[in-house]
């Protein structure tokens, strides 16, 4: 499976943007880019995902670049609800294997 | 609610014992997967299902196995529990098999005393 790179962990203030990158040097051409979080004590819970094209959702939006080597998950404004590990997957077959991902802090 | 419903919620039981976990994936989704979440490590993929057939396996111990039914809910068995087996135990459903989003139940939480 092609891997993916994220920070341990990100701080953000309350009501900020906030810019969640994903590293995914050896991507291939038809693998997704999906995004995940997981509130405490809560199951994942999908976020997004895209191939090639940015995309938004009520969510949030995600940034893809030309060569898709790396994207960015984007949260416009945060909130402490947020706070959660996110996690960035490609995805192109049968299995969906999760990361180590990055915790967001949210500061009011 | 992601509309995957994962029973029992919370499951005590002792070393030696078996169990069954049992997930009712979204309406309409044909493939279901299973992770392990233990405290100290991260969402382990376990096994996936689609239509009833394994179509991949991950690091899911040989004391384990799961199955998924012609209704396709889907039932992971523990078996000869230890103590490292305690853990949440994810189901999560997607429409088709590779590409899709998925989408997770609450989790099952067991403990092995």
């Known amino acids: 499976d092609a891997k993916t790179t994220q920070p341990n962990s990100m701080e953000s203030n309350e009501e900020e943007p906030v810019h969640l990158p994903c590293n995914h040097s050896t991507i291939s051409g038809t693998d997704y880019i999906h995004w995940y979080r997981q509130l405490p004590s809560q199951g994942p819970e999908y976020v997004i995902h895209g191939l090639t094209s940015n995309v938004n959702n009520r969510m949030a939006s995600l940034a893809i670049a030309e060569d898709r080597k790396s994207s960015t998950l984007i949260l416009h404004r945060a909130t402490l609800r947020d706070a959660a590990v996110y996690y960035c997957?490609?995805?192109?077959?049968?299995?969906?294997?999760f990361g180590a991902g990055t915790r967001l802090t949210v500061k009011p | 609610d992601s509309g995957v419903t994962q029973t029992p919620k919370h499951l005590i039981t002792a070393t030696g014992q078996r169990v069954t976990l049992r997930c009712s994936p979204r309406s309409g989704d044909l493939s279901v997967y299973w992770y392990q979440q233990s405290l100290d490590q991260g969402l382990q993929f376990l096994i996936q299902y689609y239509n009833g057939e394994e179509r991949a396996k991950g690091n899911i111990l040989e004391r384990f196995s799961a199955q998924q039914f012609p209704d396709l809910h889907s039932e992971l068995n523990l078996s000869s529990l230890e103590l490292g087996d305690s853990a949440l135990y994810f189901c999560?459903?997607?429409?088709?098999?590779?590409?899709?989003?998925?989408?997770f139940g609450e989790g099952s939480r067991l403990t092995v005393l």
């Open positions: 999560a459903s997607s429409v088709e098999g590779r590409t899709g989003e998925l989408f």
């Open positions: 997957i490609l995805r192109n077959n049968n299995d969906m294997r």
